[in-house]
């Protein structure tokens, strides 16, 4: 164990525990606030609020938008850590329960990685520096306020697994693993990576064992028995064809045998396709560059970011890749790890450097990475989702309209606001079922400034950029508008709500006195999201 050096033995800690706190309240607040302005989707939030709010009405991890049928969830993502949200759901049946999960699990990891640095650098100063690398990340302050997703939950037992690794606590180890595997279907992968690393650092390989056995047993059943078993197509889902953006694994292989064979018999190709045409360098080397290449100086720490590494670089969907996702959250607590034991190593080879010296020098080029990349509207930060308001609070109208149309009721929304309605049999994605479903639900306003046209050299490939007001939409914004244009027009739907700006349609309704109202809503929604009359 090290001595620690300070006046005081909880001196340190006391000023992580605030930050930590600090950190948790931004990121939480932001996370609130992008939830309340219509920022997050019915395809990540809506989904998860589906498919705890169907396990307590008797259709287990139910999900309609994906699909746009009845799904079991376990058969898109094995997530069954969703499952923690029921007994949560039971007292208040809440998005926020998500977000707030969320913004503490993420906070939270500074803590161990803190325990960490100290033990390692013989240092709690150090330890307090590297814990603040970590929650400033450019990839942990994106992905934190995010949509919610399962994988962010397993963000503080990767530290955690580190930590035990380090202290030499097999069973605390073994514990955050079973934690891990309920999170995402691949993170078997990170449990072998987890017992390689045991084995490497403590030389015990009888327990290195056995985890190694567990993450293997894991892919085994999970992606070719359960998965398979509840899914639609017989199969997973991101290999199957012809599902657009979801298919994103398919060029590897229709199943997890013909991916295994296309990895081994072809890796030069794979390799050449992974880093050049898909930007694959570029993707490391942002990761990387935060701390400044010295997990490399730690590489057989990396061992367990194999399973997301190799997830988001062979995915064919651009997002998985990007600064402003959540793919890469639960690469960043081992990459701190690696970095510190890189730190440590450098240290031990040329007095030139020392421990605490090359930690702040990490401390600031994450801080600065943290600043330009941030989400948030700070003088010269990227602000990549560019909201209408940054500060939200909860709009009424959202509980008028659940009044209104009832939780029997099938629904089309919108995307954006979809999430606000997710707690139902069936809902989908506008303009899915539209035809087939009791209520349309659309909200006639930009959630986010970034109303841009895509260029010409992109639109053969992509309908929409992430974070335009397209990708809020989930579509065009001219069809978006023609499609309402339709529905005033047609018989089948009418106008039972319209409180600008919101619109709610029910099937069979007779007409409505603000028809013309809502005609003036669209020719100056027009003007302000750039549309021509050709379009």
Not at 180 to 188: A, Q, V, Y
Not at 244 to 250: A, D
Not at 430 to 450: A, C, M, Q, W, Y
Request: charged share 15%.
């Amino acid at each position: 164990m090290y001595k620690a050096i300070e006046t005081s033995a909880n001196y340190w800690r006391r000023y992580v525990g605030r930050i930590i706190l600090m950190h948790f309240i931004l990121i939480c607040l932001v996370g609130l606030s992008r939830h309340w302005g219509f920022m997050t989707s019915i395809n990540d939030n809506g989904v998860f609020d589906q498919a705890v709010w169907g396990t307590l009405h008797g259709k287990l991890l139910l999900n309609t938008s994906q699909l746009n049928q009845p799904i079991n969830w376990l058969g898109f993502h094995f997530q069954p850590i969703l499952f923690l949200f029921v007994p949560f759901y039971v007292l208040i049946p809440s998005i926020i329960w998500f977000i707030i999960a969320q913004a503490f699990a993420l906070s939270i990891t500074a803590w161990p990685i803190f325990l960490l640095a100290s033990r390692v650098c013989q240092s709690e100063k150090t330890g307090l520096i590297w814990a603040l690398a970590y929650l400033v990340n450019p990839y942990l302050l994106n992905a934190a306020v995010w949509d919610f997703h399962p994988i962010t939950l397993a963000v503080p037992f990767v530290a955690i697994c580190m930590l035990s690794i380090e202290g030499k606590n097999f069973r605390a180890l073994l514990l955050s693993c079973l934690v891990i595997l309920s999170c995402k279907e691949h993170l078997g992968i990170m449990v072998i990576g987890f017992g390689l690393l045991w084995w490497i650092h403590n030389k015990r390989w009888k327990t290195a064992t056995s985890l190694i056995f567990i993450g293997i047993a894991h892919c085994i059943l999970v992606l070719d028995i359960i998965m398979p078993a509840f899914s639609p197509s017989g199969g997973h889902l991101m290999l199957s064809k012809g599902m657009g953006q979801l298919s994103r694994y398919n060029w590897l292989g229709g199943s997890m045998k013909e991916v295994f064979q296309t990895l081994l018999f072809n890796p030069i190709s794979v390799i050449k396709i992974v880093l050049v045409e898909m930007n694959g360098v570029r993707y490391l080397l942002m990761l990387m560059i935060f701390f400044l290449g010295l997990p490399l100086v730690g590489l057989e720490f990396l061992l367990p970011g194999l399973a997301d590494l190799t997830s988001n670089t062979l995915s064919d969907n651009p997002m998985s890749r990007v600064f402003f996702a959540y793919h890469s959250v639960s690469l960043i607590p081992v990459l701190s790890v690696a970095a510190i034991y890189g730190t440590k190593r450098i240290s031990r080879w040329s007095k030139k450097f020392s421990m605490i010296g090359l930690s702040g020098v990490v401390l600031i080029a994450s801080f600065v990475g943290g600043y330009l990349l941030a989400p948030l509207p700070l003088p010269g930060s990227r602000n990549f989702w560019k909201p209408v308001h940054f500060l939200n609070l909860p709009d009424p109208t959202v509980s008028t309209i659940r009044s209104i149309v009832g939780e029997e009721t099938s629904i089309s929304a919108q995307a954006n606001i979809g999430a606000h309605f997710s707690q139902r049999r069936e809902i989908y994605r506008f303009p899915n079922k539209v035809g087939e479903v009791d209520v349309i639900i659309l909200r006639l306003e930009s959630p986010t400034t970034n109303v841009n046209n895509i260029p010409d050299q992109i639109k053969k490939s992509r309908r929409y950029l992430i974070g335009t007001l397209d990708s809020h939409l989930q579509m065009d914004r001219t069809e978006y508008i023609a499609s309402i244009e339709h529905l005033m027009l047609s018989k089948e739907y009418g106008v039972i709500f319209w409180h600008d700006p919101w619109l709610v349609f029910k099937r069979g309704q007779a007409n409505h006195m603000a028809y013309k109202q809502i005609e003036q809503k669209l020719s100056q929604l027009r003007k302000e999201w750039k549309m021509n009359n050709k379009e």
